[in-house]
C-alpha cells in the first residue's frame, strides 16, 4: 500500500487531532494486548503494559520515519514492544521465563518466524479495523460486492448476478473500497 497525505500515520505526524489518536489506540491497543497476553502477565502488569507501550508510540511517533521498507512501521512497534517488556522485567527485578527471553529474540529478528507471525496477525488485525471504519462510507451493494469477491472468492459474474449490477461495477466496487483502505491504512501496513 502506498503512503498519501491522507493516511492515519501522516495525520498523526503532522497534524494529529484527538479522533487520530483515538484510531490510533483502538487500532493497536489490541494488537499490542493480544501480543502481551501469551506470556501470562498477571492482568495488571498487562495493562500497565499495554499502557506502556501505547505511551512510546504516541510519544516517539512524531520522530518516526517510514524508511519505505515494507513492515517498517511493523517492524518499529515491534521493537518498541520488545524493548518495553524487557524494561518491565528489569523494573520487576525477577527472571522472565527462558521462553519469554526466546521470544523477544526472535521478535527482534525480522527474519524469524515469529516476528513473520506478528506481521501477520498486525496486518490482519490492522485491515480488520480499517475495513470497520470505513465500511459506512460505502452504499450496501457496493460493500456488499467488495466483500463477496474478496473474502468470498465469488466471481464477478456471481456477484453481479446476486446484485443486479454488471460485472465492471463488481470490480468497480472492489477498486473504491481497496483505494480507501490503502488511503486510511498507508505507512501502518506497507
Do not use: C
Not at 471504519?133 to 467488495?146: L, V, Y
Not at 449490477?165 to 481497496?178: C, G, M
Amino acid at each position: 500500500m502506498s503512503i498519501t497525505s491522507n493516511s492515519l500515520l501522516m495525520r498523526l505526524q503532522t497534524a494529529a487531532s484527538d479522533a487520530d489518536w483515538r484510531r490510533l489506540v483502538d487500532v493497536y491497543a489490541p494488537v499490542v494486548r493480544g501480543w502481551l497476553a501469551r506470556y501470562h502477565l498477571q492482568p495488571a502488569d498487562l495493562d500497565d503494559l499495554v499502557q506502556d507501550v501505547l505511551g512510546v508510540l504516541v510519544r516517539e511517533l512524531p520522530a518516526f520515519r517510514h524508511n519505505g521498507r515494507t513492515g517498517a512501521f511493523r517492524h518499529w512497534l515491534r521493537v518498541v514492544a520488545v524493548h518495553r517488556v524487557r524494561n518491565f522485567w528489569r523494573t520487576k527485578q525477577s527472571a522472565p521465563s527462558p521462553g519469554l527471553i526466546d521470544d523477544l529474540a526472535q521478535l527482534e529478528d525480522a527474519a524469524s518466524d515469529l516476528s513473520r507471525q506478528w506481521d501477520a496477525e498486525h496486518d490482519k488485525h490492522v485491515v480488520a479495523r480499517f475495513l470497520d471504519a470505513i465500511e459506512r462510507d460505502f452504499e450496501p451493494t457496493t460493500w456488499r460486492a467488495f466483500r463477496r469477491v474478496m473474502f468470498d472468492g465469488a466471481s464477478a459474474a456471481e456477484v453481479a448476478a446476486e446484485l443486479g449490477i454488471s460485472p465492471n461495477a463488481v470490480w468497480i466496487a472492489k477498486s473504491r473500497v481497496l483505494h480507501r483502505l490503502r488511503q486510511e491504512a498507508a505507512g501502518l501496513l506497507d
